[in-house]
C-alpha cells in the first residue's frame, strides 16, 4: 500500500522523452499505487482547457486511463499550469484540489501544496501570481483569442526569465519562516511540496511551548523536476521517501 505525490514534470511538445516517460510512469508505478497526487506543474504552460493541440488529449487520455483503473488522480495547481480548469480535470479524471490540503495518510498528518506561496521573498513572483490568479483576470485573459494567448504567454515566460537570472539562490527558495507558519497554522508533521527543484527531505526543529522549549522535529519532503530523470515521493506505513528512476531512452531516438 502506498500513495505516490510528483509534480514539476514540466510536460510540453517540445520535449516528448519526458511525456514518454511520464506516460510509463503512469502505466507502471502509478497503477500499483492507491493513489497519485499530481503537486503541480504537470505542464509548462498552459494558456487555457480550449487549446485544441492533440498533445493535450493524449495526456488526458493517459491520465483517464489510470482512473480506469481504480486509481484516483489528485491535482494542485502549480506556477505554470494555474489555469487548469474543471473541463481539463473532467477530461483527464482528476480531481482539482485547494492550493494547500491537509491529508491523513499511514498515521501521518501532511500538508500537500505546490510551494509557490512559500516563496515570499520573491515579491516579484508574488505580485505577478496575485494578478494573474485574480479571477477577473483570469476570466478576461481567457477570453481573449488562442493566437493572443499563446504571444502574451511567450512575452511573460521570456521576461520572467530574464529576471530570475538576476534573483539570488535564497530568493527563488521557500522561506524558512513561511514554511514554520504554515506547519503550526495546520499542526502538521510533514509538509509535501515541489516547485523550488531542489530534492530533498529537510529537518525542521519545532518549538512547541516556549516556556519549556520543548521541541518537535517536523519533516519537509521536496520533489525533483523532471528534467534529466523521473522522482516521486513515495509515502507509505513505513516511510516517506523521495525516489529517482532514470529516463529510459526510446527506440526512436536510438535510431
Ligand atoms: C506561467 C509563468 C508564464 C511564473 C496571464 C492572466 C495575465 C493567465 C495568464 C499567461 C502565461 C499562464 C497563463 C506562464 C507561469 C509565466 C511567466 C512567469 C513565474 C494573465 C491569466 F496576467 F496576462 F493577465 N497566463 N501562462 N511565470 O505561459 O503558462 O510562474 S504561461
Excluded at 509534480?7 to 510509463?24: A, C, M, Q, W
Excluded at 520573491?122 to 483576470?137: C, G, L, N, S
Excluded at 514554511?179 to 525542521?204: E, F, Q, S
Aim: charged residues 25%; aromatic residues 12%; hydrophobic residues 40%.
Amino acid at each position: 500500500m502506498s500513495t505516490l505525490f510528483i509534480g514539476d514534470i514540466h510536460l510540453s511538445v517540445e520535449y516528448p522523452e519526458i511525456t514518454k516517460n511520464f506516460f510509463r510512469f503512469l502505466q507502471t508505478e502509478a497503477t500499483q499505487a492507491e493513489s497519485l497526487y499530481i503537486l503541480g506543474d504537470l505542464f509548462d504552460k498552459w494558456i487555457g482547457d480550449d487549446d485544441p493541440h492533440p498533445f493535450y488529449r493524449e495526456v488526458a487520455a493517459e491520465l483517464f486511463a489510470l482512473k480506469k483503473k481504480g486509481i484516483p488522480c489528485y491535482f494542485i495547481h502549480g506556477n505554470r499550469d494555474f489555469l487548469i480548469g474543471q473541463a481539463f480535470a473532467d477530461e483527464s479524471g482528476m480531481i482539482l484540489l485547494p492550493e494547500c490540503k491537509v491529508i491523513q495518510l499511514y498515521d501521518y498528518n501532511i500538508c500537500i501544496l505546490h510551494g509557490d506561496t512559500l516563496c515570499t521573498k520573491d515579491t516579484e513572483y508574488q505580485i505577478f501570481r496575485k494578478i494573474a490568479h485574480h479571477r477577473f483576470i483570469q476570466r478576461l485573459f481567457l477570453c481573449l483569442p488562442l493566437s493572443f494567448r499563446f504571444y502574451i504567454a511567450k512575452k511573460l515566460r521570456l521576461q520572467s526569465g530574464e529576471q530570475n537570472k538576476k534573483k539570488g539562490e535564497e530568493i527563488m527558495d521557500v522561506d524558512p519562516q513561511s514554511v514554520l507558519d504554515l506547519m503550526a497554522c495546520h499542526d502538521v508533521d510533514w509538509i509535501i511540496h515541489g516547485h523550488t527543484h531542489r530534492p530533498a527531505i529537510h529537518n525542521i526543529e519545532m518549538i512547541v511551548t516556549p516556556l519549556l522549549s520543548s521541541k518537535k522535529i517536523a519533516r519537509r519532503a521536496v520533489l525533483s523536476a523532471w528534467h534529466n530523470e523521473g522522482s516521486m515521493i513515495k509515502v507509505t506505513f513505513d516511510a516517506i521517501e523521495l525516489i529517482f528512476f532514470p529516463f529510459r531512452v526510446s527506440d526512436f531516438e536510438k535510431i
